[in-house]
């Protein structure tokens, strides 16, 4: 967990305000993820991290172990602030990760100077069809402001191929006939002329893993069917 897949290269340089990193199981989309987010808040106190799913519980034993488990591997677990209650995690530098979930929205308003956001399993969002209930990416949109600095605000969005994406790249503005596989490319879906006119959408497999191990790989080849489709192609 200390060696970063190159293949999310371009995922971590885009300057667009949305980032979209779907893929199967074994892609390391959420470990190159959570990578990337340590290295930011390692770096800079002006980075504060909101990590969300739709249940806050569940983040637990995912992303907060996931990053705990990271910063284990990298021989810097004892050189920041962890509070296992609370699931925050603040570094020297005064960089932050702190946890939310959907679940609660009261508790969401309440955070304030967040410059980056990462929904993990972001298909478990509502995008109700009624005006009356909004939906969850406009809260979190709301979320971000970032701070006075050269930093550009982000939310980034990883999930499995699902048939619940759909809703998401609509809500967007991505046109799902036209997405990458295994491939990445950047969207620009309105005229403002700013990092929130474009959406960086990645598509990865077990294939882009070079850590993926034959016994993982020979897992796959024995799904078949609709399955290996999903892991193969998304």
């Not at 779907?22 to 990578?35: F, H, N, P, R």
């Not at 990337?36 to 990590?51: C, E, I, K």
């Not at 591997?73 to 699931?87: H, I, S």
């Not at 399993?121 to 909004?134: L, N, V």
Request: glycine fraction near 8%.
């Amino acid at each position: 967990m200390h060696q970063v897949n190159p293949v999310f290269r371009p995922a971590f340089a885009t300057d667009a305000r949305y980032r979209i990193i779907y893929g199967g199981a074994g892609s390391s989309k959420s470990v190159s993820t959570a990578q990337d987010f340590v290295r930011r808040a390692g770096s800079t106190g002006d980075v504060r991290v909101l990590v969300v799913r739709k249940v806050y519980r569940t983040c637990r034993n995912s992303t907060f172990k996931l990053f705990c488990d990271i910063l284990r591997a990298l021989g810097r677990y004892r050189m920041v602030a962890v509070n296992k209650q609370e699931m925050t995690i603040t570094f020297p530098s005064g960089g932050e990760i702190l946890h939310a979930g959907l679940d609660d929205v009261e508790k969401l308003k309440s955070f304030a100077g967040i410059t980056h956001v990462w929904v993990e399993e972001a298909t478990e969002m509502d995008f109700p069809a009624s005006e009356d209930k909004e939906p969850d990416l406009a809260q979190l949109d709301l979320r971000v402001r970032g701070v006075a600095t050269e930093l550009v605000p982000s939310i980034t969005l990883t999930f499995n191929p699902t048939l619940r994406a759909l809703k998401l790249f609509e809500y967007l503005g991505v046109p799902t006939a036209d997405l990458p596989v295994r491939a990445h490319k950047t969207y620009t879906v309105s005229d403002t002329g700013t990092a929130a006119d474009r959406v960086y959408v990645q598509h990865t497999t077990y294939r882009d893993n070079p850590w993926i191990g034959p016994e993982y790989v020979a897992v796959f080849s024995k799904l078949g069917g609709v399955m290996q489709a999903v892991y193969e192609r998304g």
